[in-house]
Structures are given as C-alpha cells and as structure tokens.
C-alpha cells in the first residue's frame, strides 16, 4: 500500500512541474506589445568569435540605432548539426524569424517554410544582380519567388605569393594564367626549394576540389548548367579528361605541398599560404580563406590572384567560377515580425551595414554599391572586375555536393585507389543522381 | 491478477516505458520509416521498397559493409591481447599501477579525443613517422590514413584493439581473481607450464567473461564506432574507412534522406540482431555444459 502510495505521489509531482514548466515557457513566448519587437536570428557564422562576430555585433548594433522598435537577439548556432537544428525547428513549428544559409540546394529544401521576399525587395532589387536573385528564388528557377536575400558571393581562384615569385626567379605581376606558364613556374618554385601549391589534403582534399571547378568553369564556361540537364557531360569531354590528366601531373610531378595529406584544408593551409610557406593556394572568393585574409597577412601588394589555369582543350578562358549566393537570410513562415525581419535582412545587406559586413569579414558582397576602393585592397576590385560562371557543384544533390565529389577526388588522387576513368565515371555519376531526382 | 503481481508491474512500469519509448519505439520506427522518402521535415512519402533497391544497387553500401567484416576480423586480436597481457600480470609485474594508469588512459579520455589525437599521431608529417624515423625505421613511416588498405587496418588496430586494451585488462583481471588457486597449484604439481596453464586453467575459466566481451567487441564495431571514425579518418580516404554506421549518418544528416539512412539502419540492425543469435545460443549452450 505504502509503495503504491509513493508511486502515486511521484506521479503527481512529475505532472505538477511538467504544467508548471509548459505554462512558464508559455509566458516568456509572449510578448507585450509595448516591447519592441525581439528578431532572433540563427546562423552559422556568428560562432568566429574572432573573424565575423565583431562584424555581426557592429551590423546588428547599427539596425537596432536605425530601427528603434527592433531588437535582435543573434543566436551562433554550431556549423556542423546547423541543419539539424533547423530542420528540428521546422518540425516543431517554431523557432528563429530569421535563418542563415547555405546558398542553392541547402536553401531550396527549405523553400515550403520561408516566405516570398519580393515585395520587400522590390524597392532595392536593382543593387543585386539578377545572377544572385535568381539563384535565391524558389528551387533556383527563373521568375520564380525570391526566398532569400544573398549575403554573400563565393568563388574560387588561384592565390599567389609575389615575394616567392620573385625569390623564384618569376615575374610577380605575371600570373601563370595558362597551363604551360603554370607548369614551368612550378617547375623553378620547385627547384628553387619553394612549395609551389600550398595544399590542404588532409579528410576532404579541398585544393583539389576547388580547383577542378575553376577547370570545369572553362571547359563549360555559361554552359555549365547544361551539365544538370544532361546537355553537357563529363563523361566524354575531352577536355574534363585533360583536365584530371593535369591534376595528375600536379601531383606526380611534386607541385603539390608534399605535407599536403597531413593538412587540412580550413585553415591550416590557409594560414601556411598566409605564413609565406608556399607559393599559391587554391582559395575561396569570401568568408574565408580569401583575398583579405591573404593581403593583411603577406601585404596588399604582395598578393597575386587569376581565376583559373587556360588550357587548349577548354573552350573557354579566364573564367571566374562563382555560387551567385554563397550564404543568406530567409525569413520563416512562423515570423510574427516578417516586416522587421526584412528590416535587419535589409541592413545587413544594403548600405553601411552591408560595407561593414565586407570591410571586416572579406566577405565578397553581392550588393554592387558597395564601394570597392573605400575597403582597402586592390585585389578584391581586380576579382570583381571579372564576370562569374556557375560553380558546377551548386548543381548537385545535397550528398554528392557535400562531400561525395571530395571522396572521389580523394580516391582518384591522394590514395590513387581509382584511375582516372573511374573518376569521371564517378563524377558523372553525380549528375547523373541530379539529373534522375524529381 | 493478485495485488503483489500488479505491484510489480508498477515498480518496473518506468523501466519499461524506458524500453518502450527509446528503444522499442525507435527500432520499429525505424523500419516504418525506411519505406518513406523524407528529409527530416515535413510530410513523408511512402515509395514501397524503392529505398531497399538503391540500396542495393548503391556501391558505397557494399564497401560500408566490406570494411565493416574487416574490421570485425580485429575482434580476436582486440580479445587475445587484453587476455594475454592479464594473465602476466595476474602474476605481478613491477610497477603494474603505472603500467595500469597507461593502458587505462584510451577509457578515460573518449572516442572523439582519442580520434582526434589519433589522426594527428598517424598523419603522413606526424609524431609516429617521426619516432619511426628518428629510431632508424623510416622505412616504415608511412602514409596512413592516406593509403585505404593502411587507414582500415590503422582503424582496426586503434579502434579495435588498443582503444579497448586498458579495459579488457582490468576486466579480465577482475574475471581471473576469481579463478580458484587450487587449480593452479595442481597444474603445477603436474608440470604444467606458462602456457598450459593458461591454456588449460585459466582460459576455460574465465570462459563466460570472454564470451560477454566478444559480445561487447562486436556491438563496438557494429554500433558504437561512429565517433571515433568521424574524428580519425571521416570515412576516407575516398570511401576506405566508410562503415555502416557512417554509411547511416551520411545518408542522414549529411543528404538529409531520413527514409534511406533507416534503410541501412534496418540492415545494420538486423546483422545486429543475427550475432546476437547466435551468441546467445552460444553461451547457452556452454553455460548448459558448465
């Protein structure tokens, strides 16, 4: 008796604090409507305490001066379960009015749960190209809804160290843009006892990855969306099989940074190309790894950059590979603040917030009022001086885009378990998967 | 139903819902699930048996499960070594609380720690190669994880092996104590040496301990292993080191394809289930002999 007593008596105190927790989150779900109103942003950035959050917290003081009835409440969530906490929320129906992300496929999967942007963007629309908005509209498609407002534009290209070039024998203001020039300057960075490619192989063989798309970005140049469609393809292109002939060369022939398996990419090779210990570096355009990053640590003068390596078989040149949005802000379904949502999406992406969002982060904006030559570095004025083509990889499915093309590269070049027509098949098997989803 | 049946119920009603809520539940939803299409939000789509045929179809599984048996082949290392080791010290060594502390160090620190370490230890330019080398065996300063055969077995070895070494001592240490002295002074009389006694001895005593950490090992390499692989190699190079288990985690919360990733899930559960089968009927069958 006493024992099912005692059973009683637990129950009762669990359901007791249970109504007493649920009606105490209830309260602080409310908000008077004297308060102003509170935006809470997620995002995957805000957690570089020392690169970006500095930034952040400047952007989000500066709206919350300009828009007295805003208050933001910025929440860093970490990068590697952001999905899954977002995705987490979306199930339960409530969460943040405002969410980073990824641009492309990351972003359409979320395209049921955030709303349509263009009447907020209408005024303004005009200082984004068209390349980004329509790639932040519903699924990525023409004259669809827009859904998100991009933040920032990403890349690829190729880094070099002046100084080293010279030590080397080179001419530092001639960039080795086409493959024979790059491949003799490999040759006397390499016999003058310098690394000539600064590589991160370690996990995800990023150097290689990136670089592949800065070939594929001249092998398919605008036409590289046909890839999606089954238009174009890798498999059968002679010019995608020179392309991974020439990787190969890379490696065989020593270019690559021979410490380059026992690195990773972000940000140990990063900061081995910014520490002067070798001589180029496949880099990204924005958030990390970039020309500021670069240029504060080596000096701007002493930072080279070209978008791509030309060679015959390409039917293109000089083209810059780019994602028309490498991240940005949506506003959820379940805002109850939609209107100043936009407001602090607007101020982060527009005007002063938006050139203190570049200044401090290199981050490469997609906003074309920016003014360049008021940030400092020459660099990023001569990337942006060159027209972008679409990064093949925006194209794929979540899995193969996130990591299953690294594999591949990793398979076909750093173990060399796979030859090279496997790694075409492989890679044209990512289409493949892209192009048979409905 | 008497009054002291239903309180029983009562006391082991938590347990139970335990049981029912995070396992149970979870089991059968899973299988439920791996006859859906869904990305982890929103309304899930039934497809039949759709998930089942990609699956085997898909090249990554049947790598996923071929180094999942290779790394199962490093359970009778990962049994005979701790086994060994326990019944030298069963006999006393000098300076054994220190030998302890170290062999114990891998159990305290955890899976993500110890794979970090690891990889940084096994890097191509890293403190193995360079011990290797400065004693004169640079011939064996290798690229580990770099190489797909060298990373499997590198995972086999720490995961498998010398991760678990420090408890499998200390368990079989504790098994071994109990073994009756007696036994021994007899295998001595009748001139029984090092390794028949513990052949002969201490083995077959000790038989339902190694049998429950067989049991053990297995489940650690099925299901347990995720975070130590994740933070040693990620699965690679290329697909070297993708087990099952990451195989899961890929397909879930990297493609965010829920219904796919409970697919392998539901194979992985079901090899589960066979070994346990049939090392239960194992042990049965020796605890009826005993």
Known sequence: MKIRLRVVCVFLL????????????????????????????????????????????KIDDLIMQQNPGIKINHVGQPN???????????????????????????????????????????????????????????????????????????????????ALFTKAGLDPEKAPSDIDS??????????????????????DPYTVDFLFRCFVANIYGPDVKDLATGAQSFKGNAAFKRATEIMKEIFQKGYMDPAGTSTPYFMDAANNFAAGKGAMFIGLL??????????????NDSVGYFPTINFPEATYKDQQVGQPAGIGYSVMKWSKNPDAAMKVIAGYARGEGNAIWMGMTGALSPNKNVDIKSLGYPLVGKILEKPFVLDFNTLLLNEDANGNFDRYCAQAYISNEVSLDKFIDSAQGMLDNRKNTK | MKSETIESYILIAPLLLLLIVFILYPVIANVYLSFFKWKGMGQAVFIGFDNYQTMLKDETFWVSIKNTLVLLLYIPLGVALPLMISALLKEGLKGWPVFRAIIYLPNILGYVIIGMISSIIFRKVGPLNNGLTSLGLGSLALDW?????????????????????????????????????SLYDAAKIDGALWWRTFWNVTVPSIRFSIEFWIVL???EILARAFPFIYTFTRGGPGFATFTLEYGIYNAGFVAFNMGYASTWASVLFVLCGIIAFFQVKLMRKNADVQ
């Open chain 1, 14 to 57: 669990l359901a007791v604090t249970m109504m007493a927790w649920a009606n105490g989150s209830k309260e602080t779900g409310t908000a008077k409507s004297a308060e102003p109103a509170t935006i809470t942003i997620w995002d995957f950035k805000y957690g570089d305490v020392q690169g970006v959050q500095p930034a952040m917290k």
């Open chain 1, 80 to 162: 590697d379960n952001y999905y899954q906490l977002v995705r987490a929320a979306v199930q339960a129906g409530e969460g943040p009015d405002i969410v980073m992300f990824h641009g492309g496929v990351q972003a359409y999967d979320f395209d049921e749960y955030t709303i349509g942007l263009d009447k907020y963007i209408a005024s303004w629309r005009s200082e984004i190209s068209e390349f980004s908005w329509e790639y932040c509209s519903e699924g990525g498609g023409k004259n669809k809804p827009v859904h998100m407002v991009p933040m920032t534009t990403q890349g690829f290209g190729i880094y070099y160290n002046k």
């Open chain 1, 286 to 299: 924005s958030d990390v790894c970039h020309w500021k990053v670069f240029c504060d640590a080596l000096g």
């Open chain 2, 217 to 219: 090992s297995f489940i």
């Open chain 1, 182 to 203: 790059f491949m003799a300057a490999c040759e006397k960075l390499k016999n003058a006892g310098i690394v000539p490619i600064t590589a991160g192989l370690q996990g």
């Open chain 2, 145 to 181: 994880l770099s190489k797909p055969e060298l990373a499997l077995n590198s995972l086999g070895l720490v995961y498998g092996v010398w991760m678990r070494l420090g408890f499998g001592c200390i368990f079989f240490l504790a098994a071994m104590s109990s073994i009756d002295d």
